[in-house]
Structure formats: C-alpha cells, structure tokens
T-cell receptor
Framework: EDKVVQSPLSLVVHEGDTVTLNCSYE??????LLWYKQEKKAPTFLFML????IEKKSGRLSSILDKKELFSILNITATQTGDSAVYLC???????????FGTGTRLKVLA | GAGVSQSPRYKVAKRGQDVALRCDPI?????LFWYQQALGQGPEFLTY????????KSGLPSDRFFAERPEGSVSTLKIQRTQQEDSAVYLC???????????FGSGTRLTVV
C-alpha cells in the first residue's frame, strides 16, 4: 500500500532557528513529490521534486529528494513567525493523478 | 477567476441532513479533484474529473457521497444523510493538466451535529 510518513509530527522553534522536516514514502512507480504549506485551509504549493539530488530553493526554503532512500527533506533557515503552519508532503505515482499526502508537520515559530 | 473558489466556507448540518458543496475551479483547468481532510490529518483523495467526465470516484467513502461536474467547470460534491464522521474540511483543487500540480481552494469546513 502506498504511503507517506512525515516527521516530526510537530515542532516548536524560536525565530532565527533552522528546521528540517522529513518525508519518507513508499509508492509504486514514483513520479513526483510535492511540498505544500497549509496555514488556514488551502494548501499552497512550495516545491515539486522529480529528480534525486537536485535542490530546489525559494528564499529561505529549500528541498531535496533522494529517490534511492525514498525520502525528501524541507529546510527552512532563519525561521520567522510567518513560517508557522502545517507542512504537507505528497507523492504522485506515475500513471495516476492522485496525491497521497502525509499527515503533515505542524511547525510553530515563537517570536 | 484568479483562484479556486469554494462555497460555503463553513457549513453546519444536523445529522441526517443533505448538503451540497460547490467548487469553482480556475478557468480553463481541465482537471478537478475533491479531497477530504479530517482534523489533524492530511488530505485524502475522493474523486477526480477530467472536464465533465468523472474518471475516478474510488475515494468516495460511501454511496452517500456523490459528485458531478456537468459542464466541465463548476463541480458540486453532495453528501446525503450526513453523519458525524463526515465532519471534515472538503478541499477542491484544479489543474491545467495532469502533472502540472494542483491549485487548492480554501475548502469548506463541514460540521455535522
């Protein structure tokens, strides 16, 4: 059965800290892995990763995929209170259109 | 519109009541998806449309759930005889095409009392 596991489930840090969020997966015929940020209700897209070892960056956020070890990490440097959210990881299998989501990591950044 | 629009934002239903949730996708987006997100969980797939065709409804939890997209744009998710376990946020997403990534709407929070 396809599944996505995220860790930690929750995390509390102080502004300026660096955090690393983990996502491991088991899926038949992997196609892509996506990271979303969910603050209120609508998940907003962060990254789509398809190739191993190629880092995607957007400001203070970066992500990388390891298709051999079946995991991805999302790094946030110099965290700010506005980074407080649930970060969702999702995987798409080739030949399907469904995303399989993990339960998310709830990040709280304290001022 | 600029984004995926869902209505209502919040819905409180008495157990046994029927509800209808609306999704207005981004104009021109062929693919439309419904997901259910229970409290503290990630979204779970319900159903998928390509234009007006419902190509996959394998995620619908029971025959009380029904979705349609008759003209290939607006979609409605209907839940008949709501139960407490139906309480969740229902997210709609649309995509220009498969593998383009989704844009999610803000969801409808359904509470069944």
């Amino acid at each position: 059965e396809d599944k996505v596991v995220q860790s930690p489930l929750s995390l509390v840090v102080h502004e300026g800290d660096t955090v690393t969020l983990n996502c491991s997966y088991e899926v038949t015929n992997f196609r892509s892995l996506l990271w979303y940020k969910q603050e209120k209700k609508a998940p907003t897209f962060l990254f789509m990763l398809t190739s191993s070892g190629i880092e995607k960056k957007s400001g203070r956020l970066s992500s990388i995929l390891d298709k051999k070890e079946l995991f991805s990490i999302l790094n946030i440097t110099a965290t700010q209170t506005g980074d407080s959210a649930v970060y969702l990881c999702a995987v798409e299998a080739s030949g399907t259109y469904k995303y399989i989501f993990g339960t998310g990591t709830r990040l709280k950044v304290l001022a | 519109g600029a984004g995926v629009s869902q209505s209502p934002r919040y819905k409180v239903a008495k157990r046994g009541q029927d509800v209808a949730l609306r999704c207005d996708p981004i104009s021109g987006h062929v693919s439309l998806f419904w997901y259910q997100q229970a409290l503290g969980q990630g979204p779970e797939f319900l159903t998928y449309f390509q234009n007006e065709a419902q190509l996959d409804k394998s995620g619908l939890p029971s025959d009380r759930f029904f979705a349609e997209r008759p003209e290939g744009s607006v979609s409605t998710l209907k839940i008949q005889r709501t139960q407490q376990e139906d309480s969740a946020v229902y997210l709609c997403a649309s995509s220009l095409a498969l593998s383009y990534g989704y844009t999610f709407g803000s969801g409808t929070r359904l509470t069944v009392v």
